[in-house]
């Protein structure tokens, strides 16, 4: 069951934080989603049924923060990311450290895993915070400016459909070009006429694949 309750405090503003404890007790590692440009209040329900779909494959603990509250926002198009970026990236990595206090959380073994936005976050903090032990990218890719200044990264799955027309799979081949030239152990998997959202099949064979490469890097 997701709990509502936690919530952590960034840039002093409150962050609502959706978890799933895992199970059995004991210390497991953790994986932080992170959402997309819509934000949770128009796609809530995607991302807890993502969630706990993803806690069932992999018995981690899962972590939804609600990183628009840093901002005010509740949906972003490319105008808000440029003037909030930063600030979500803060606001994410404090979201590490609220999941390493968590009493059932390895705290050396945090992963981040984004959608589209979330996915260009997750893969930002990944180039620049050491605490991430692994990234999995759903839709999104690197930013000019991390991909032109960022030295390693973690072990990274990068998902993405050859048919996206909000991010197109250029992005996604930047990423891996990016991560071979750093030798970054990764993996990469396009879907044959996917766009930005995958269907039911194909979202179950991408969510098996992240929770594989998960296990093997964290």
Same mark, same amino acid.
């Given at each position: ?43 809530? #329900? ?165 929770? #594989? ?6």
């Amino acid at each position: 069951m997701i709990a509502t309750d936690p919530h952590f405090i960034s840039g002093g503003k409150k962050i609502r934080t959706e978890i799933i404890d895992a199970q059995p007790p004991g210390l497991h590692p953790a994986v932080i989603l992170l959402h997309g440009s819509r934000g949770m209040r128009y796609s809530h #329900e995607r991302y807890q049924l993502m969630a706990e779909a993803f806690s069932a494959a992999s018995g981690y603990a899962m972590l939804i923060p609600h990183y628009f509250d840093s901002t005010g926002t509740q949906w972003a198009d490319e105008s808000v990311y440029e003037a909030h970026f930063t600030a979500w990236m803060k606001t994410i990595a404090d979201s590490i450290a609220f999941a390493q206090s968590r009493p059932n959380v390895d705290p050396s073994r945090i992963a981040l895993v984004g959608l589209s936005l979330g996915g260009y976050l997750a893969v930002s903090l990944g180039a620049t915070d050491p605490r991430v032990k692994a990234v999995v990218e759903f839709f999104g890719g690197i930013p000019d400016v991390i991909a032109e200044t960022a030295k390693s990264m973690p072990p990274t799955l990068i998902l993405h459909g050859d048919a996206d027309s909000r991010v197109p799979v250029s992005e996604a081949r930047k990423l891996e070009s990016f991560l071979q030239a750093r030798r970054v152990k990764h993996e990469i998997d396009i879907f044959t006429g996917q766009g930005h959202r995958f269907d039911p099949m194909t979202a179950s064979k991408a969510l098996e694949k992240s929770a #594989e490469f998960l296990a093997r890097h964290l």
